[in-house]
């Protein structure tokens, strides 16, 4: 479940107020705009650029968990074919408009109507809105990092409105619990007399 937030009210380690981008004399076209003011995140998480710019200023590595660890907005995961939905909500902030992409993956536009249009980029999101993603084809069968975000890159996703989704392969693990879930069943039904 993801909660998109395009006007939280952050504070910095000394207790002052996160600023995106400061209110001055310009108010022409160059100049901040009020609706794209206060820090954007998912679930009162952000990651913004200009953290991980500091700690490491090659813009090329600014999405890598590599470079930077993993951000601090919800990681995601599933494994590799696993059915997927996304939740999807704006309960509150800016009534501007935002979208929300998720990178290598589509999904209907109309969860319940198989003809509706393929889409990986969900528009129109505003306050109130709600929203339930179901990955066409599951999880991509290929492991690895997708980037979700919103499509406002200068605002929204500089500021930290973006984080990972992470498709993990099918090893051990996953063999194990879904051994242990068959077996879970199988003793339960057993125990209960249920064929």
Known sequence: ML????????LDKDGDLIKTSEQGEDTGHGGGDHEDTGEKGFNYRSERFFNRLERDPAISKIFSSK????????????????????????PAD???????????????????DPFSRRISVQGAVSV???????L?????????DYLYRSGSLRWDVESGMWGIFRVVKKGIVYRCRCACRTLGSLWKRKRHGKK
């Open 3 to 10: 909660f998109a937030h395009n006007g939280i009210r952050l």
């Open 67 to 90: 470079a930077h660890g993993d951000p601090a907005t919800p990681l995601l995961e599933a494994y590799a074919g696993e059915r997927v939905i996304i939740r999807y909500l704006m």
């Open 94 to 112: 800016k009534p501007r408009n935002i979208s929300f992409a998720l990178h290598g993956h589509n999904w209907l536009a109309q969860p319940d």
């Open 128 to 134: 109130g809105g709600v929203y339930n993603i179901e």
């Open 136 to 144: 066409e084809d599951s999880a991509s069968r290929y492991p690895g």
